[in-house]
């Protein structure tokens, strides 16, 4: 990364434009155009045939996982494949997973798509997505996102928790980089402060995308400039904005659509491969059956309408995802009520878990959870980790860590959160032995106590 931020600008964009080239052969090639076609013919089928789509993909799921998983083919060694149903499999834990990940593989690293992922709870991961897996998922995404006009190659404005920009860059005031053959340009969610956010809003009023995607916590504040300083968004560029990664509040819908003269349209997944929600134009969330197994459950493993989330995700071939707890909650819409927007997939009400929080850094203003859940990134040992906020100049940050945790590993850990804070913040690390929940038996991320001061 070093190397590539000393380059001219002009050739990082051309190394970036050639990267997303690369990586997008992947994604669109092979069986993407089939997928495409059968999940745009399957939007309006009705439950009971989308149900019937759903069963049978399970039961493949589960013949393949059984045939070609050893984490699994030892968990039911004692049952015959053709007898295994979905209730035979415990409830799968993230630290479970994240141990086991090795004996989860069926597809080598080399042979699919890497995914790592820090993950709201702070607990690092890495999962392998077989190139087929990829495929289905974007064009179950680009299904969801096609509805609104997008498409491959449609100028967007993309937020997302890369860490993009040189010394050079911020002295310039540039906090963006731009594929210019895809059209996409990147903005830092790193310098989104108030000594930089004009900066953003002039060039996004410029450059006029049509779709933004990202991290809503760091697109509101931009929001916020603009209104506050009677700076207007012109009307009529944005045609609909994706958030990702985390809530969203019916305040910072109503501020951001206000501003961009846009709607948002939210989903919900995972790094990890989970199973897809997808906002219609009517504003209701729908549990894409096709995509996998939702059960809400409580804390007695019962079926509930509202509770914790453990999903079984028919695009994780690479990594099997069997009854696992995903770390979130949902409430599911108890009414049979038909959406008016067509889709006969049930609906959920709200989802809850993903803790809309920040920390905050003098020199580079509010860290989004988004950011501060992939600091993880890239580091081994880390099992679990806490954020707290108790100064302005200063973070405390609790680690459980394992025997693979060393030196290099807390390095990058430090390095990861210097992109995030910049130079001047404190950093106080403590190796605990565990970081309890919350009285709700929630685990809390991140610990603002200062946010009466910001």
């Known amino acids: 990364m070093i190397k590539f931020l000393v380059l001219p600008v002009i050739l990082q964009?051309?190394?970036?434009?050639?990267?997303?080239?690369?990586?997008?052969?992947?994604?669109?090639?092979g069986k993407y155009g089939h997928y495409l076609v059968e999940y745009s013919k399957n939007q309006k089928l009705p439950l009971i045939e989308l149900e019937k789509i759903q069963k049978r993909k399970l039961k493949d799921f589960i013949s393949f996982t059984l045939d070609n998983s050893n984490y699994y083919i030892d968990l039911l060694k004692d049952k015959k494949n053709d007898e295994v149903c979905i209730d035979d499999f415990p409830i799968l834990k993230k630290d479970d997973l994240r141990k086991n990940v090795k004996s989860f593989l069926t597809i080598d690293k080399k042979g699919g798509i890497v995914s790592k992922t820090g993950g709201t709870t702070g607990t690092s991961l890495e999962v392998v997505f077989t190139k087929d897996?990829?495929?289905?998922?974007?064009?179950?995404?680009?299904?969801?996102?096609?509805?609104?006009?997008?498409?491959?190659?449609?100028?967007?404005?993309?937020?997302?928790?890369?860490?993009?920009?040189?010394?050079?860059?911020?002295?310039?005031?540039?906090?963006?980089?731009?594929?210019?053959?895809?059209?996409?340009?990147?903005?830092s969610t790193f310098h989104i402060n108030p000594k930089y956010i004009r900066f953003y809003l002039n060039n996004l009023i410029k450059f006029k995308p049509e779709f933004f995607v990202?991290?809503?916590?760091?697109?509101?504040?931009?929001a916020r400039f603009g209104l506050i300083n009677n700076i207007p968004f012109p009307k009529g560029i944005v045609k609909a904005i994706f958030p990702t990664a985390e809530t969203i509040t019916k305040e910072l819908r109503s501020e951001i659509e206000s501003y961009f003269h846009?709607?948002?349209?939210?989903?919900?997944?995972?790094?990890?491969?989970?199973?897809?929600?997808?906002?219609?134009?009517?504003?209701?969330?729908?549990?894409?059956?096709?995509?996998?197994?939702?059960?809400?459950?409580?804390?007695?493993?019962?079926?509930?309408?509202s509770g914790r989330l453990v999903?079984?995700?028919?695009?994780?071939?690479?990594?099997?995802?069997?009854?696992?707890?995903?770390?979130?909650?949902?409430?599911?819409?108890?009414?049979?009520?038909?959406?008016?927007?067509?889709?006969?997939n049930p609906t959920v009400k709200e989802i809850l878990g993903r803790i809309d929080d920040f920390i905050y850094s003098p020199e580079n203003g509010k860290i989004n959870l988004g950011n501060i859940s992939n600091a993880a990134k890239g580091t081994v040992g880390i099992k679990k980790f806490q954020v707290v906020q108790n100064l302005l100049d200063q973070i405390d940050i609790k680690i459980v860590i394992d025997e693979e945790f060393n030196e290099?590993?807390?390095?990058?850990?430090?390095?990861?959160?210097?992109?995030?804070?910049?130079?001047?913040?404190?950093?106080?690390?403590?190796?605990?032995?565990?970081?309890?929940?919350e009285k709700s038996g929630k685990f809390r991320l991140v610990k603002n106590n200062i946010k009466d001061r910001i």
């Open 13 to 29: 964009n051309l190394i970036i434009s050639i990267y997303n080239f690369i990586s997008y052969q992947k994604r669109y090639g």
């Open 133 to 187: 897996d990829m495929q289905e998922r974007f064009a179950m995404l680009d299904t969801f996102r096609k509805k609104q006009g997008y498409k491959l190659g449609k100028k967007t404005a993309w937020f997302s928790g890369k860490s993009l920009l040189s010394v050079r860059d911020i002295k310039r005031n540039i906090f963006w980089k731009t594929d210019y053959l895809y059209k996409v340009r990147y903005y």
């Open 214 to 222: 990202g991290f809503p916590s760091s697109i509101v504040e931009i």
């Open 262 to 305: 846009a709607k948002m349209y939210d989903q919900y997944a995972s790094s990890e491969g989970a199973p897809f929600i997808f906002e219609c134009d009517e504003g209701n969330l729908h549990l894409e059956l096709q995509s996998g197994i939702f059960e809400v459950l409580d804390n007695e493993d019962k079926p509930t309408s």
């Open 311 to 344: 999903v079984t995700s028919f695009t994780t071939h690479g990594t099997p995802l069997i009854r696992y707890d995903i770390g979130d909650n949902i409430i599911l819409n108890t009414d049979k009520k038909v959406c008016g927007c067509g889709n006969r």
């Open 408 to 437: 290099k590993s807390k390095k990058k850990f430090l390095e990861n959160w210097n992109d995030r804070l910049g130079k001047k913040m404190k950093i106080q690390l403590f190796e605990v032995d565990k970081i309890p929940v």
